[in-house]
């Protein structure tokens, strides 16, 4: 029997934490954690879920979170079924947590999310290409159909070519200790 997932609020979280029977588990990639989480919360990315070990008490909450609450909303079956008894979701996420007025970690220096540097890499190339395009010669309209070809076959498959070459960039290196 699959466990049920219930919407808290971020101040209902907020006061499960503090009374210590309950533990944040944010979905989201180890880069997006890494630029802003709430403190105390675990990170176990939904792209390892499979392979990921939840340790906990039976006796304590589990309350997943993500961003704004919609990776959260969409994977609900595969978070429940990890959890024995109900689980919890951080309703709005950790954008909610913020907005309430609750403290969340932030660290300005790590690079921006890897899908954001994708977006604005992507987005960029497809404008170059149609602008190119309509400026010097139709040919740079390739351009624009390539990124949108590799966009399709990334999202199909599950393998971002972008993706990996944007983590061999300087700024997304991880700094030593």
């Known amino acids: ?13 907020q006061d499960r934490l503090d009374a210590g029977y309950a533990i944040l588990v ?20 939904l792209s390892m879920w499979e392979k990921a070990h939840l340790n906990v008490d039976p006796d304590t909450d ?14 609900c079956d595969r978070l429940a079924a990890r959890v024995k008894g109900d689980a919890y979701v951080l309703d709005g996420g950790v954008d909610a947590w913020a907005k ?26 497809v404008l170059l290409g149609v602008i190119l395009g309509f400026a010097i010669a139709p040919i740079w309209f390739a351009l624009s159909g390539f990124v ?10 599950g393998f971002c070519g972008m993706a990996r070459l944007l983590m061999l960039a300087p700024w997304n290196r991880v700094k030593a200790a």
């Open 62 to 75: 589990v309350i997943f979170t993500c961003r704004s609450g919609m990776r959260t909303a969409g994977a």
């Open 148 to 157: 949108g070809a590799g966009l399709v076959f990334a999202g199909v498959s």
């Open 1 to 13: 029997m699959t466990a049920a997932l219930h919407k808290l609020s971020p101040r209902e979280v």
């Open 26 to 45: 944010d979905i989201r990639e180890t880069d997006e954690f890494a630029r802003s989480h709430i403190k105390g919360a675990q990170s176990t990315p």
């Open 100 to 125: 309430a007025g609750l403290p969340v970690e932030t660290d300005a220096d790590a690079p921006m999310e890897i899908m954001r540097q994708v977006q604005i890499a992507a987005g960029s190339l």
